[in-house]
């Protein structure tokens, strides 16, 4: 959690205790602010310079990442297959928005391969990466 609020105060730019919980209760608690911004590419490359974490590294570092079945810890298929079986430490912006609607993230293998989403998930990496 200490990683996390690093990280929002030096979004929000605020180092006094006290006006950062502040801002957390507002921004994290009650919807106030725009989320968006904070997730959008370039909040995001920015965090990832000044507060790289494991993932970043694990990404830069190209790191495989497996399809290892349907278990909770471990990546969709349609996640490897997107990323070419290389770790990415990304979300929202990061995947074209026509693979965000139909969710292919929450799809198990089985499913995903009998509704062709596969081939989707193909189609759109290589159209847009």
Same mark, same amino acid.
């Given at each position: 959690?200490?990683?996390?609020?690093?990280v929002?105060?030096?979004?929000?730019?605020?180092?006094?205790?006290?006006?950062?919980v502040?801002?957390?209760?507002?921004?994290?608690?009650?919807?106030?602010?725009?989320i968006?911004?904070?997730?959008?590419?370039?909040?995001? &490359?920015?965090? +990832?310079? %000044?507060?790289?974490?494991?993932?970043?590294?694990? @990404?830069?570092? =190209? !790191? #495989?990442?497996?399809?290892?079945?349907?278990?909770?810890?471990g990546?969709?298929?349609?996640?490897?297959?997107?990323?070419?079986?290389?770790?990415?430490?990304?979300?929202?912006?990061?995947?074209?928005?026509?693979?965000?609607?139909?969710?292919?993230? &929450?799809?198990? +293998?089985? %499913?995903?391969?009998?509704?062709?989403?596969?081939? @989707?998930?193909? =189609? !759109? #990496?290589?159209?847009?990466?």
């Amino acid at each position: 959690m200490m990683r996390g609020l690093l990280v929002f105060a030096d979004i929000v730019r605020e180092d006094e205790h006290d006006e950062l919980v502040e801002l957390m209760e507002l921004y994290m608690i009650y919807g106030y602010g725009d989320i968006e911004q904070t997730l959008c590419s370039d909040s995001q &490359f920015s965090r +990832r310079q %000044r507060h790289p974490l494991e993932g970043d590294r694990m @990404e830069r570092r =190209r !790191e #495989r990442l497996a399809f290892s079945g349907d278990v909770e810890d471990g990546p969709p298929l349609s996640w490897v297959i997107y990323w070419r079986g290389r770790y990415r430490n990304r979300y929202a912006g990061s995947i074209v928005a026509r693979l965000q609607t139909w969710g292919h993230v &929450f799809w198990d +293998r089985k %499913r995903l391969i009998n509704i062709n989403g596969t081939k @989707e998930v193909l =189609r !759109e #990496r290589d159209n847009h990466n």
